[in-house]
């Protein structure tokens, strides 16, 4: 049955059919969501570790809600290497948010998000070199080229012009940080795209449901929020940006082609930029932007059929 949302219609491109129309602009809000995760972050004001708790707490609550209500909780039901996908997955997931979380205050929102989201290079090299995927020399080119332009994004070579923030860490350790958290996320891509029988779905919850447990003490050695603001930050951080955002998204992607979605998926890392200067007023300098421009070139030539999405960023 097509949609019939009148707001889609009108701003859609006439030529799309309906479906691919409702899909694009699901992704287009997804990712203009997820943008306005670093402020949840920063304004939550937690321990990056209790942020990560109470995200998968809240955001599993959510995913399981939502889960209920379209009738997939059946697909939680893991056995054999499925059960193993999903525990490491989880793991590494909780990995690449911590780090995600940490590295905001030591950067910012906007070079933390464009940093992370070099990921895809990780991607198509652990895939060549582990799972013997062919890989051409221009999507080598590709990357090196994008990696330069993650080198300009980070401001190093613009002088520092880029306004960092007063932190309790180094900026070269937040980037070390944006580092190890893009190559904890491609790990996750990779085991899922090895993994059998387990849906997205399936391994967003657990992913949750393994923070709950690991982090499970992480609460009582940092603290609870004091104030009632902060609650509400860390219930929109798991509620929105995991539950709202998993369902939006993946409504999208069910509508679109792979090219498509690879070009959506730059409104998630440009809409944090925006945020960032828009909330905290800090603006990339000439040379970053450049360097924005290099990645999202490079990462358009490198794009490949993926495995279907692991989680949310």
């Known amino acids: 049955m097509q949609n019939k949302t009148p707001v889609l219609q009108h701003f859609a491109a006439p030529g799309l059919p309906t479906r691919a129309r409702d899909g694009q602009w699901l992704l287009i809000a997804g990712g203009v969501l997820l943008g306005t995760l670093g402020v949840f972050v920063e304004e939550a004001g937690q321990n990056p570790l209790v942020t990560v708790w109470f995200r998968c707490a809240f955001g599993g609550l959510a995913l399981l809600l939502w889960g209920w209500a379209t009738g997939r909780l059946k697909e939680l039901r893991l056995e054999g290497r499925g059960r193993w996908v999903a525990c490491a997955s989880g793991g590494l997931m909780i990995l690449n948010w911590a780090l995600f979380f940490a590295a905001i205050p030591r950067t910012s929102i906007g070079v933390a998000t464009l940093a992370f989201h070099i990921q895809p290079i990780w991607v198509m090299a652990f895939g060549a070199l582990l799972l013997r995927e062919a890989v051409s020399p221009a999507q080598w080119g590709a990357s ?145 932007l450049a360097g924005v421009a290099l990645m999202a070139l490079a990462l358009w030539t490198i794009r490949k059929p993926k495995p279907e999405a692991v989680g949310i960023a």
Request: hydrophobic share 55%; glycine share 14%; aromatic share 12%.
């Open 144 to 288: 090196l080229v994008a990696l330069c332009g993650l080198a300009l994004t980070t401001g190093l070579f613009n002088e520092l012009q880029w306004t960092i923030p007063k932190g309790d860490g180094g900026y070269a350790t937040g980037l070390l940080m944006c580092l190890g958290g893009s190559l904890s996320y491609a790990a996750v891509t990779l085991i899922a795209k090895t993994g059998q029988n387990v849906s997205s779905y399936a391994l967003a919850v657990w992913q949750c449901v393994v923070g709950v447990v690991v982090m499970a003490w992480a609460p009582f050695v940092y603290g609870l929020p004091q104030e009632a603001s902060a609650w509400g930050w860390l219930a929109g951080l798991g509620v929105l940006h995991t539950g709202l955002a998993y369902a939006i998204l993946f409504a999208g992607m069910a509508r679109l082609a792979l090219g498509k979605i690879a070009v959506l998926q730059f409104v998630y890392p440009l809409t944090a930029v925006l945020v960032d200067w828009c909330v905290y007023g800090r603006t990339l300098g000439t040379v970053q």
